[in-house]
Nanobody, 117 residues
């Protein structure tokens, strides 16, 4: 059973930095794309950043230049380094991963990031 476990949520002041981590377990095949999504109150879940197994990345326009996604294929982990945080970054952040070969999609339980002004 594949599980994604996020860690690192919390309360941060505007302008500050924070790091989220996600560990995926339960797959012997590993993962293709891994990424981070977020959902703010009253809004739809949106893609924040994603990375392919080969290391290509893409970012939402709103976080480009402020957030950096990275992954470790051997450990099946993905991280999100966030700097220059803004109150509008406040959301529940979800880790997402697509299992190799079977292309099944998995979600973490979410972790709250609150940016205070």
């Amino acid at each position: 059973q594949v599980q994604l476990v996020e860690s690192g949520g919390g309360l941060v002041q505007a302008g500050g930095s924070h790091r989220l981590s996600c560990a995926a377990s339960g797959s012997i095949f590993g993962f293709n794309a891994m990424g981070w999504y977020r959902q703010a109150p009253g809004k739809q879940r949106e893609l924040v950043a994603a990375t392919t197994r080969g290391g290509s990345t893409n970012y939402a326009d709103s976080v480009e230049g402020r957030f950096t996604i990275s992954r470790d294929n051997a450990k099946n982990t993905v991280s999100l380094q966030m700097i220059s945080l803004k109150p509008e970054d406040t959301a529940v952040y979800y880790c997402n991963a697509e299992e190799r070969y079977f292309h099944r999609n998995y979600w973490g339980q979410g972790t709250q990031v609150t940016v205070s002004s």
